[in-house]
C-alpha cells in the first residue's frame, strides 16, 4: 500500500492540488488558529494552508515522497509544520493537546477505521473541532459514470454517514451530512463526487 502512495507522489506534480480541501478549509477558516493535527496529509496541501493562517501544525503519513513534497511546499510558501513519518497504527500523544483535527479523504478499510478515527480523535482537547470530509458509499455510483473521478474502488473503503456519526459519539455534531460535490482537486479527484462531512466539537 506505501509503494502505491510513493509511486502516486514521485511525480512533480501534486496529486491533488497545492490548494486545500475546500471544505476543510471553509471550516478551518471559521477557528481561532491553535494546534492542528491532520491525519495521512499527503503532500502537505492543507497543512500548509493551515499553517499560513497561524496554526501550529502536526501531521503525519507513511509515505516519505508524500513528506518530501510537504516540505517543500512549506518551504515555498516560508512556512513551518512539524510533518511526521509514520503509519496510523503508530501516532500517538500522551495528553489531548489539539485544538482541532482534520480527516481528510482517509479512506480505511471498516475493520480499522473506527479504531483508528477515534484513537485521532482523543487527540482533540474538550471543545476541540473535528473536521472530516471523506468519500461516501454512493461515490461507486459516480466512479461508475465518470472512472477517473478519483476515490478507492473498493467499497469497504468508502463511508456511510451512520457509522461516521457512531465513531464520534463524543462529538456534539455541528455539520453530518452527506452531499454531492464536484471536486477540482489536482490530477485525481476530480468531477461529481459524493462525499460524507463531519463537524463536531469535543464534549
Ligand atoms: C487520498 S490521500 C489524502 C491525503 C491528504 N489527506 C489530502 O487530503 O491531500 C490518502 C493518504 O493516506 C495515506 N495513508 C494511507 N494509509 C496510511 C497509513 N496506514 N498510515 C499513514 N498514512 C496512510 C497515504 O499515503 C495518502 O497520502
Known sequence: MKSFWNQRYSQDEFAYGKEPNAFF???LDKLQPGKLFLAAEGEGRNAVYAAQKGWEVVCYDFSEEAQKKALKLADEKGVTIDYRLASLADINFDKAEFDAVGIVFVQLPEVIRRKNFQKISSFLKSGGTMILEAF????????RENPTVGGPKNIDQLYQLDSIKKDFENFEIEIATEVQTNLEEGIYHRGKSSVVRFVGRKI
Do not use: L
Open 25 to 27: 478549509k471553509n471550516e
Open 136 to 143: 461516501s458509499k454512493s461515490h461507486i455510483e459516480d466512479q
